[in-house]
């Protein structure tokens, strides 16, 4: 099955550049969604096929995605951005048709 | 916008079944383009995908549960379902319902509903 790697968690100051990764192989090749989600909150769609924004995401959140890494990239960063942070993929390369997320990052706002 | 909303028991005994439904309102569940799913997370993890299903009834699910799981639709109540069977401690999430797109991205999910498996 397929496997996404997150770092467990990334602290950066407030108005600085947070960078999260979701490594997977070639996950270039693949669309890549992000969710935050904030302690006993649902999780909330911030990054869909790799850069696209939801109506309502500020423009602070964005994406990329190459090779065997993608990365949402977080700038401005500011307290109220403290949450869990989950890569998403959709697998159809097995004999299964996978959604398949990453085990999840914590953002730290110092 | 659509909203979903799951209910069910929030205890389940260990080797019994565990039953929940989510309710869409604001659309409806036979529109085409979309896919109904279940994610459940257990207390301090991550998330973990369970299975889909389209309202045509089709399904796919997570191999590691697929022995376990039934997901079904009922489009003339606008809902979609899930039975774990034989559930054990490991099973004790928050269980969400979603509606996926598509691409297979997950803009619109449930509030979540707790379930204890416990004796």
């Known amino acids: 099955s397929y496997v996404l790697t997150q770092p467990p968690s990334v602290s950066v100051a407030p108005g600085q550049t947070a960078r999260i990764t979701c490594g997977g192989n070639?996950?270039?090749?693949?669309?890549v969604h992000w969710y935050h989600q904030k302690p006993g909150q649902a999780p909330v769609l911030v990054v869909y096929?790799?850069?696209d924004r939801p109506s309502g995401i500020p423009e602070r959140f964005s994406g990329s995605n190459s090779g065997n890494a993608a990365t949402l990239t977080i700038s401005r960063v500011e307290a109220g951005d403290e949450a869990g942070y989950y890569c998403?993929?959709?697998?159809?390369?097995?004999?299964?048709?996978?959604?398949?997320f990453g085990g999840g990052t914590k953002l730290t706002v110092l | 916008q659509v909203q979903l909303q799951e209910s069910g028991p929030g205890l389940a005994k260990p080797s019994q079944t565990l039953s929940l439904t989510c309710t869409v309102s604001?659309?409806?569940?036979?529109?085409?383009?979309?896919?109904w799913t279940w994610i459940r997370q257990p207390p301090g993890e991550g998330l973990e995908w369970i299975g889909y299903?389209?309202?045509?009834?089709?399904?796919y699910y997570n191999p590691s549960l697929k022995s376990r799981l039934t997901i079904s639709v009922d489009t003339s109540k606008n809902q979609f379902s899930l039975k774990l069977s034989s559930v054990t401690a490991a099973d004790t999430a928050v269980y969400y319902c979603?509606?996926?797109?598509?691409?297979?991205?997950?803009?619109?999910w449930g509030l979540g509903t707790l379930v204890t498996v416990s004796s």
């Open positions: 979603a509606r996926g797109r598509d691409d297979y991205r997950l803009p619109d």
């Open positions: 604001g659309g409806s569940i036979s529109s085409g383009g979309y896919f």
């Open positions: 299903i389209y309202y045509s009834g089709t399904t």
């Open positions: 998403q993929v959709w697998d159809s390369t097995s004999d299964h048709l996978d959604v398949v």
């Open positions: 096929d790799d850069s």
């Open positions: 070639n996950i270039g090749s693949k669309s």
